[in-house]
């Protein structure tokens, strides 16, 4: 069908930009060293993630148990849940998924390393950890240095779990705006994970994965030889807020993710009302930008409307007419969605199930 007949809201992917975004990050990538395990938190998609695999990734990142039960029911093979899993039922049903497809968790505190493999062992399976640790983001894991290896031996004296490298994501550097500045925390993560690495190897301990890495700091991880795999996930779509980066030429991607929305009201002087609201868009980063209209500029949102300023000069839109927003922020904007609709040119490809909408546990 003609994207003109898509009804509003709806949750829109150039495929000619998706495409050429999975392309460019391997592209620039190859050569590093580095695997690319992107972050399927972003689109939720099985889909996606066929795509992802399909163009080299060796498996996906999930940060819940849910979205990793639905990937596997999907036929997604290999997944690391970039979380640390507290409590007895997500422990039960993260282990019954290890029997099912490869399985990574994060860990950060002894008390859950045995909580983990007693799960492991009542599912009859080895679960492979990763002990996090606090590169400078101030969330989760433990200090670099000692502190991890202390962890680490906790995670190979556990006799259902193996040791399968550090978890060294620093989420905070993703959205420094300066080239350099955003390069110098990529920087810090990336001797952080090294001074941990080190001090594993002094106590003849093999870390066989560094992982970590994400849409704004993938080329610094992958030039540091620390990172030997990549967690990327708002490149496919990319945003508003990822837009406020400066960026080196090399890591551009394109905007391929546009919620579109039709106006719904002209009768405000200086504005107009379109049917996308705080439940089509998410605003925690940002309100969303108007794609390809100068003059036009998302001001306000409530429940089911979003108002457009108009400046002096604009075209004022008319009555029903479709305008294309770009979400602030990629990941929880899907998360309100059931489909994606995914296109080329003028007309509608395909549609895509969310599948992991609403996997919070």
Request: glycine share 8%; charged share 25%; net charge neutral.
């Amino acid at each position: 069908m003609p994207i003109d007949e898509v009804d509003t809201p709806a949750l829109l992917l150039d495929l000619d930009a998706f495409e050429a975004n999975l392309a460019a990050l391997h592209d620039a990538v190859r050569g590093s060293g580095a695997r690319v395990r992107p972050h399927a938190k972003s689109h939720k998609c099985a889909e996606i993630a066929r795509r992802q695999i399909a163009a080299g990734a060796i498996g996906i990142c999930c940060q819940k148990v849910s979205e990793a039960e639905a990937f596997i029911d999907a036929g997604i093979r290999d997944v690391t849940v970039t979380n640390e899993v507290v409590g007895a039922q997500k422990l039960r049903r993260l282990a019954h998924l290890a029997r099912r497809a490869r399985i990574s968790v994060c860990v950060d505190d002894p008390a859950n390393v045995a909580e983990l493999s007693e799960a492991a062992d009542r599912a009859g399976v080895v679960i492979d950890v990763l002990v996090e640790i606090d590169v400078g983001a101030r969330r989760c894991g433990v200090p670099p240095g000692e502190a991890a290896v202390s962890l680490v031996r906790a995670v190979k004296a556990a006799p259902f779990l193996r040791f399968a490298g550090l978890h060294a994501y620093q989420g905070s550097a993703q959205h420094v705006r300066a080239v350099t500045e955003r390069r110098q925390q990529a920087a810090f993560a990336a001797d952080y994970a090294a001074v941990t690495r080190d001090a594993l190897a002094r106590y003849n301990i093999a870390c066989e994965t560094i992982t970590g890495g994400g849409t704004g700091t993938y080329l610094f991880d992958a030039a540091s030889r620390v990172y030997n795999e990549l967690q990327p996930g708002s490149y496919i779509f990319m945003d508003a807020d990822y837009r406020r980066n400066d960026w080196d030429d090399r890591a551009q991607f394109r905007q391929s993710l546009f919620v579109l929305t039709g106006v719904m009201s002209t009768s405000g002087a200086g504005h107009v009302v379109v049917d996308a609201g705080l439940k089509a868009l998410a605003v925690d980063s940002g309100l969303p930008a108007v794609h390809g209209r100068a003059g036009l500029e998302y001001t306000k949102a409530s429940d089911e409307h979003g108002v457009i300023g108009v400046a002096d000069r604009a075209v004022r839109p008319r009555l029903g007419e479709r305008l294309w927003l770009v979400p602030g922020h990629c990941d929880p904007t899907v998360n309100l969605y059931d489909h994606i609709v995914a296109y080329r040119a003028d007309r509608v490809e395909a549609i895509w199930p969310v599948v992991a909408r609403g996997a919070l546990w």
